[in-house]
């Protein structure tokens, strides 16, 4: 039901957009939306949320990532700026209605997960 695109290869220092659209689920302005991502052989990790009108990021992203959500367009967009090698990873929308801000930054608390898009930073 989340589809997330935009992934690709970068140079260190370059700029990405991932996109993430829904199908058969209607966001709602209380719906959060987020991104997580996986590097190979680490754990899933927290990247950013909107969080009602609110949105969060971690410490790594900060100044970096800026998210975004159109709930006209069903969609929630990451816009990458500066990325690193570090940044490399498969990068998943997730969604979810109804959560409480302690448990916004929990992979396990999103119910609608995408398929993952992959960004590789590398010269």
């Known amino acids: 039901q989340l589809q997330a695109s935009g992934g690709g290869l970068v140079q260190p220092g370059g700029v990405l957009r991932l996109s993430c659209s829904a199908s058969?689920?209607?966001?709602?302005?209380?719906?959060?939306m987020a991104w997580f991502r996986q590097a190979p052989g680490k754990e899933r990790e927290f990247v950013s949320v909107?969080?009602?009108?609110?949105?969060f990021y971690a410490d790594s992203v900060k100044g970096r990532f800026t998210i975004s959500r159109d709930n006209n367009k069903n969609t929630v967009d990451l816009q990458m700026i500066n990325l690193k090698p570090e940044d490399t990873a498969l990068y998943y929308c997730?969604?979810?209605?109804?959560?409480?801000?302690?448990?916004?930054?929990?992979?396990?608390?999103?119910?609608?997960w995408g398929q993952g898009t992959l960004v590789t930073v590398s010269s």
């Open positions: 909107i969080w009602r009108t609110r949105t």
């Open positions: 058969g689920l209607t966001f709602r302005s209380t719906t959060s």
């Open positions: 997730a969604a979810d209605n109804g959560l409480i801000m302690s448990s916004i930054t929990e992979g396990t608390a999103y119910y609608y």
